[in-house]
């Protein structure tokens, strides 16, 4: 997947199926996620590293590829996740549960890639809808948002800014409390409650566009 296993000759399908030595425990697949992460962590082990991957790699190809829409660019993206993961794994310190920071991680990561494209375009979706930064506050209730249609909530997204998106996904999708959001981005629960806000403002405007 990537140099790490490339430099141990191996790639992450192949390591799913090989089978990790006794001697590290407990079998790899009766461990909980956060014991797993210390084992790793622990032992350094790429081998090991594959069981997590196992675990979560369809679950960030599709929170990839929904930011990409490429099934190429979404592979891709999935392997360079779980490189930099295997990096970082040493950084997650236990104060969620670990598939949460996982997602936030996965998220932050499909946020710079897009903010990568989008130097190369000369206009952004957001020209055509406005900032809420620069225009009167109004309501939406998270009831509100939870009513429109799914298909065109969906084609909404894609018209505001990655960061929104992916705060939007990780609150509404991955259910992700406002505490815990605080927590990994580290500010105010206060902070988090008005990004979301104007994210849902932004997102309504953009569901509204399209009519």
């Given at each position: 997947m990537g140099y790490l296993l490339q430099k141990a000759g191996l790639t992450l399908k192949q390591t799913t199926n090989l089978r990790i030595p006794l001697e590290i425990g407990r079998k790899p697949r009766t461990l909980s996620d956060e014991e797993l992460v210390h084992k790793i962590v622990q032992v350094n082990d790429p081998l090991l590293f594959g069981h997590l991957y196992d675990r979560y790699a369809q679950r960030i190809y599709n929170k990839c590829y929904g930011f990409s829409k490429s099934k190429d660019?979404?592979?891709?993206?999935?392997?360079?996740?779980?490189?930099?993961?295997?990096?970082?794994?040493?950084?997650?310190?236990?104060?969620?549960?670990?598939?949460?920071?996982?997602?936030?991680?996965?998220?932050?990561?499909?946020?710079?890639?897009?903010?990568?494209?989008?130097?190369?375009?000369?206009?952004?979706?957001?020209?055509?809808?406005?900032?809420?930064?620069?225009?009167?506050?109004?309501?939406?209730?998270?009831?509100?948002?939870?009513q429109v249609k799914a298909t065109r909530l969906k084609k909404a997204l894609e018209l505001i800014t990655a960061e929104d998106k992916s705060l939007l996904l990780l609150k509404y999708q991955d259910d992700v409390s406002v505490k815990e959001l605080g927590i990994l981005l580290g500010?105010?629960?206060?902070?988090?409650?008005?990004?979301?806000?104007?994210?849902?403002?932004?997102?309504?405007?953009?569901?509204?566009?399209?009519?």
């Open positions: 660019e979404a592979e891709d993206l999935t392997q360079d996740v779980f490189l930099k993961l295997y990096l970082k794994l040493d950084t997650f310190k236990g104060k969620s549960k670990f598939s949460t920071w996982l997602y936030a991680f996965t998220y932050n990561f499909c946020v710079n890639y897009v903010r990568r494209k989008n130097l190369k375009k000369m206009d952004h979706p957001l020209d055509n809808i406005g900032d809420p930064d620069f225009m009167p506050l109004f309501e939406v209730s998270e009831e509100q948002l939870m500010v105010t629960e206060g902070a988090i409650k008005m990004r979301l806000k104007r994210a849902r403002q932004k997102v309504i405007r953009a569901y509204h566009k399209l009519t």
